[in-house]
């Protein structure tokens, strides 16, 4: 899931509400028309902004692109004003605070406008928890482009924090990975390698997944103490990416029974657009090539959703539901351990309890605590098999 974050999290130049002291005068060499778009954006940094959707549109150009650092991308006016209007729904910005630290307007061009400005955030609550957030600065990029005489619009906007330079590194890892090697098969090619086969008597188990499994290998050492439990997750993959790298990084490994997380980053179309037919053919042959090696399987349910901030409007939830019935049924006519993470995780809109994930898709600690003991139990259950 690459670029797990909420957009409310990324429009973060639209937040607080500045101070009027910290307003910057317009230079003489400013265009005709820039201060007043200027001072109109600056008016959305506020979550009771009086600027209805009509006028909050009309700041962008109806070819206006949104980037952010987070590998977010939102394209044209309609669902850019789409987004700020889900954001100010959200309320996360009533109480926060925007100290503008700076602020250059540079013309690159008679009909072009580059415009940095660097803010202090503090105060934003998280969308679902209501917690709020640690303070953070803010870099915002806009391209003003001009329309008419003293009519200036945002064609460019860009926004990121200071959180942005492990998650871009993060981001060139995973492109380049999905380049050159597409599913990824380098990603614990030494950590297998290491690894030694498993002792007599020994109860290994793979779980087996995506970012969610991934995230969770870090606590196995607390919530599974001295179990062999092995993660062999990979941030934003698809079932046909793990398809790809099972004997690899499951069969190779020997173990006793593999926990197969999969099918949440297929409904979001990370790698395309996919049917819940096509999910279902992928995690049926993973348990096949499973159960022809001897491997028990559990299929977990995929964890509830109610939209992906990366991709928002997806209507996941019903989906989610369809996807998990089928493996419900697929796992007893075939002698398989179902594993239901959906029900005690989901709120009252099939998306995920806000006490259990600040995203919506990836549990917390908290999340993966109510996990662990319904793994604990389908593992027993297989390995009685």
Known sequence: ????????FLFVAVAGQSSPAQSIAPQ??????????LERFDSTATSATTLDAKSRAALFTDDALFLNAFGGRVEGRPAIDSVLARLYGAQTFEKAHIDRLDRKVRVIAPNLVLVDHVERLTGQRGPRSGREMPPRTTHITLLLRQQ???????????????RNLEQERKQRVTEDALENDWPNLTK??????????????????????NSITEGWA????????????????????????????????????????????????????????????????????????????????????????????WRPGLEPAPKIIALNKWMKDYAARTGQVYL??????????????????????????AGYRVMAPLAEKAIEEALRR
């Open 1 to 8: 899931m690459v670029g797990q974050r909420c957009l409310a």
């Open 28 to 37: 003489p060499d400013w265009p005709a028309g820039v201060q007043a778009l």
């Open 148 to 162: 008419q005489p003293s009519d200036w619009r945002i064609v460019y906007y860009r926004a990121g924090d200071d």
């Open 188 to 209: 614990y090619r030494e950590a297998n390698a290491q690894l030694p086969p498993p002792a007599k008597g020994e109860n290994r188990v793979v779980f087996y997944g």
């Open 218 to 309: 870090q606590f196995f050492p607390a919530m599974f103490p001295g179990k062999p439990y092995i993660g062999r997750g990979i941030s934003g993959q698809t079932t046909p990416q793990m398809l790809v790298r099972f004997r690899l990084d499951v069969v190779a490994l020997k173990p006793k029974v593999v926990v197969i997380l999969a099918g949440t980053n297929d409904i979001a179309g990370n790698t395309g657009p996919s049917t819940i037919e096509m999910i279902e053919d992928n995690l049926a042959s993973m348990t096949e090539i499973a159960k022809a090696n001897g491997i028990r399987v559990v299929l977990s349910s995929v964890l509830p959703v109610y939209d992906y901030a």
């Open 340 to 365: 239901d993470y959906h029900t005690p995780m989901a709120d009252a809109r099939q998306g995920m309890r806000a006490d259990l994930s600040n995203d919506g898709v990836h549990p917390t600690e």
